[in-house]
Structures are given as C-alpha cells and as structure tokens.
C-alpha cells in the first residue's frame, strides 16, 4: 500500500476517544484537509457543539473550528469509514477500544496509538491481530479550559513508528508536525521518564513554569528519574531522550542547576506556556483516575522484576493512589511537603 499506490493525501481519520489530546490533534487534521471524526462521549459532543472547536498554544496559535468542520459521535459505528483510527483513549480503556475497532472498523485500517505509557501499542497488537498497529509518542501536553478550548501547553513534534505507509506524512498539517521514527519504543521509555513529572506537578498544583523554577521541585524530579534511570539500565531498557539531542542521563544534572543556569539550558529544549500544567493534575482536578500505573507504576513493576528497588517512584505512587482516593483535586503540596511523605518510603529526596 503507501501513498504511491493510491491512497490519497487527505484521509477519513477517526480520533477514538477525543479528550484534550484528541480534540486538539482532531481539529487541526481536519483544519488541514482531513475528513475528521471525533469519537466522544455524549458531555464533550455538547460541550463542542456549543461552543465550536478552539485551538490556542503556548505560541500564536489561535483556531476556532465550527462544528460543521469536522464530524462528532458517542456511537463507535463510526469507526466503519476509518482510513485511520488515532487512539486517544487513556490507557486503562485500550482494551475496550480494541474491542470496538475490531467490530466496527476496517482491517485495512490503519491503527495508531497516540497514548502516554509504553505498552499500549503492544497491547493493541495482541487485540487487533493482522492489523497494521503503530506506536506513536505526543511529546506536548494539552490543557481542556472548557467551553470548547484546548490549550497546547509545551513544545515538541509527534513521533509514530515508520511502517509501509506514509502515515505520517498524511497525519503533518499546519502546526502538528509529524514524523516517523524506525525505533520507537526507546523514545517511548524516554518519554515516561519525563512523564514521571506529571505525578509531581500534579501533586504541586504549580503551573509546569512556575514548578520547574523552584529547584526544590527540580531536585526531586532529579532524583526520581534518577532512581528510574538505575532501573531501567538494571532491566536493560533502551532508552532516548524524546524532546532534545541532550542524553536523559544528563537531564538529573540539568534539573540540579542553579536556578538561573537552569533556565538558559532548558529554554533551548522546551517552550512552556506559563499556565500549562500535566494531564495527571487535570485529571485529579476533574476527579477522573490517572495514569500512575503507567508511568511510576511501571518503573516499580519493572524494578521487582529486576529485582531492585525504587522507593521514590513506589512512594510517589502511593502519594498519587492516596489523593485519587480523598478527591479534591490537586493537594498542593510543597516539594518540602513530598520530601517528608517519601521518608515513610525511606526515599533520599536529592539521590
């Protein structure tokens, strides 16, 4: 198949489960000329249909799609047209959306999971046999504001696996670059490795700026990805640093810094809006569950079968577990604050 042999430039793309990452990649696909339908649920169609389509980020950007520029359903019968099915859905309702895919869609479907997490991919693989199943990596987070806008918070281009067709050619329109990479899955370990901030961001209830300038916040991601970092090696994890040319071994030392030298290294890496802030803050803040298991939850599951510990990602996971189970949001806890919960762990805050 591929481009050469027909399949043309503009494609029928269903994004299955639009949250904050589907809506935002949906409307500008369809902004770019694609036949773009986003499988919802009934609160978010509403919500849309309201208020039309907003895209802004941490740049210029500013887009206001009106409902008739792209498609809507809470029924997965829509899958039926699907040139390619973008996987959006948190990572603890992939099983559920397979189900539905193999139902609903066509075999000759393209199938790309665009989820946090390292093992998605594989596990649509096991439930789409024959399918032409390929990992992807979103390296930017967005915010849902309400009232139809989707806010685009940090930097960085889409990464999906190369395969026989030019799917990532076809999905790269006016502000969502695409790219296809040979070796995903190590840019998917480094990509968990810079998500093990979401829990901590989430715990702070700081903007991602406003947390990343206090080096208090910086030395516990350090020694949290450092910790990580072991494991990883221990398990013989490849591992590559999804955002910068800067190995991840060295960002622990990056984020040790002195404030001021901090901020002249990371600004050549990142862009950040002030007011962005992780998904996992999000969902505690709208009381939906998080993706702790798949992100520090990994790293411990991953550290027992290595036999080796980590404490500090085990800890972070209870913290995280302990607000899911409280409500309420965001804790807003002080680094200080974190530091004293992991000593029940017996965790050394700055490794």
């Known amino acids: 198949m591929g481009e050469a042999q027909g399949r043309s430039n503009t494609s029928r793309i269903v994004v299955a489960g639009a949250g904050s990452i589907g809506c935002f990649v949906g409307g500008l696909l369809a902004r770019g ?42 029924d997965p019968a829509c899958l039926a047209d699907a040139d390619i099915v973008l996987v959006t859905v948190k990572s603890g309702a992939t099983e559920e959306m397979a189900a539905q895919i193999v139902e ?5 479907a393209v199938v790309v999971s665009l989820q946090n997490g390292v093992a998605n991919a594989a596990l649509l693989r096991e439930l789409l046999l024959g399918w032409d199943v ?40 006016p502000d969502l670059t695409v790219h296809e990479h040979a070796e995903l899955a190590a840019v998917q370990w ?15 209830g700081l ?34 640093n999804p955002v910068a040319k800067v190995p991840m071994g060295m960002v622990p ?14 600004k050549t890496m990142l862009s950040i809006d002030p007011n962005a802030r992780s998904s996992m803050w999000e969902d505690l803040e709208k009381g939906r569950g998080t993706e702790i298991d798949e992100l520090q939850g990994k790293i411990v599951r991953l550290a027992r079968q290595a036999n080796v510990a980590a404490p ?3 800890g972070i996971s209870e913290l995280i577990r302990d607000v899911e189970t409280l409500g309420g949001g965001s804790p807003k806890l ?7 919960r992991l000593r029940a762990f017996e965790a050394p805050a700055d490794g």
């Open 33 to 74: 000329g694609h036949d773009v339908t986003l499988l919802l649920r009934a609160g978010t169609a509403e919500e849309i249909t309201q208020n039309g389509l907003t895209l802004t980020d941490f740049g210029d950007l500013d887009v206001a799609l009106a409902p008739d520029r792209f498609a809507m359903s809470v």
């Open 104 to 108: 609903h869609a066509p075999e000759d």
């Open 134 to 173: 390929r990992a992807g990596m979103v390296p930017f987070n967005v915010v849902w504001v309400g009232g139809g806008r989707f806010h685009r918070g940090t930097s960085g281009d889409i990464l999906i696996e190369r395969g026989l067709e030019h799917v990532g050619r076809q999905l790269n329109v």
């Open 190 to 204: 480094g990509k968990l490795l810079i998500n093990l901030n979401n829990a901590l961001n989430a715990l702070s």
């Open 207 to 240: 903007p991602l700026q406003a947390q990343l300038g206090d080096r208090r916040w910086r030395r516990l991601m350090a020694a949290q990805m450092e910790e990580a970092l072991m494991v990883l090696r221990v398990a013989d994890v490849a591992f590559q």
């Open 253 to 266: 030392r990056i984020l040790r810094l002195r404030t001021w030298a901090f901020r002249l290294v990371a």
């Open 312 to 314: 500090i990602n085990a």
């Open 334 to 340: 002080t680094a200080q604050e974190v530091q004293a």
